[in-house]
């Protein structure tokens, strides 16, 4: 294993941390209630050999997402996203526009 893929399974092991404490913890305590991803307007927009998908969100969303099997662009259009970037909590506001690595959740 590479000192990438240390890196990256730590990361992922962390992701999963956060995504447990939400669920086990403040879900059960009342803090939020989970709601399915299928509740939320998303489109997908397709073209010769790029992908892109639009998501809105609204104020207080909390998503946790897969682990990226690609290296991708992303673009926060309006407002603003606490996000985890390299085990730390970053403030993204609009317009902003950066890359996911693959192997990041």
Do not use: W
């Amino acid at each position: 294993m590479t000192e990438a893929d240390s890196i990256a399974l730590e990361y992922n092991r962390f992701v999963d941390e956060i995504e447990s404490k939400m669920v086990n913890e403040m879900v059960v305590g009342g803090d939020f209630e989970l709601i399915d991803n299928t509740t939320r307007e998303t489109e997908h927009i397709f073209t010769q050999g790029l992908y892109g998908r639009k998501l809105t969100m609204m104020p207080g969303d909390r998503i946790v997402s897969k682990i990226h099997k690609t290296r991708h662009q992303f673009v926060i259009l309006q407002g603003c996203a606490l996000v985890f970037q390299n085990g730390e909590e970053v403030l993204l506001e609009a317009p902003y526009s950066g890359i996911t690595e693959a192997g990041m959740n």
